[in-house]
C-alpha cells in the first residue's frame, strides 16, 4: 500500500510542475505618486482634517462595524474608523499617456 501512495503522490507532483510556471510582473511601486504631496496621517481627526485640507469633494457614509466614513478630496481619499484618520489613498494619475 505504501509504495502504491509514493508512486500516486510522484506522479501528482510530475503532472503539476508544467501548471506551477508562471509569469513575474514587475509594477515600479517607487515611481508611483507625487512623494511631496502632504496628506492626512494616521490618528486625526476629522476636524483638524478639514482645518488643514478644507472641505472634501464628497463625504460618504459610515459603512459596517465599526463605522468606515470616505472623504474624498481631488488627490486623495481618507478612510475614518469613528473619529479618526486609518488609511490615506492616492487616486491614481497616470503620468504617460499610453499610445
Known amino acids: ?3 502504491l501512495r509514493i ?7 510530475l503532472l503539476s510542475s508544467g501548471a506551477l510556471h508562471a509569469e513575474t510582473v514587475q ?3 517607487g515611481q508611483q505618486g507625487n512623494p511631496l504631496i502632504v496628506l492626512p496621517e494616521r490618528g486625526q ?6 482645518a488643514q485640507f478644507g ?11 465599526p463605522p468606515i466614513t470616505r472623504w474624498d478630496y481631488p488627490q ?4 475614518f474608523e469613528h473619529a479618526h484618520v486609518i488609511n490615506t489613498v492616492l487616486i491614481h494619475a497616470p503620468q504617460h499617456s499610453q499610445p
Open 55 to 65: 472641505e472634501p469633494l464628497q463625504r460618504r457614509p459610515a459603512v459596517g462595524n
Open 45 to 50: 481627526s476629522p476636524a483638524s482634517v478639514s
Open 27 to 29: 509594477i515600479p511601486l
Open 1 to 3: 500500500m505504501k509504495p
Open 7 to 13: 508512486a500516486f503522490t510522484a506522479l501528482a507532483v
Open 76 to 79: 486623495f481619499s481618507v478612510y
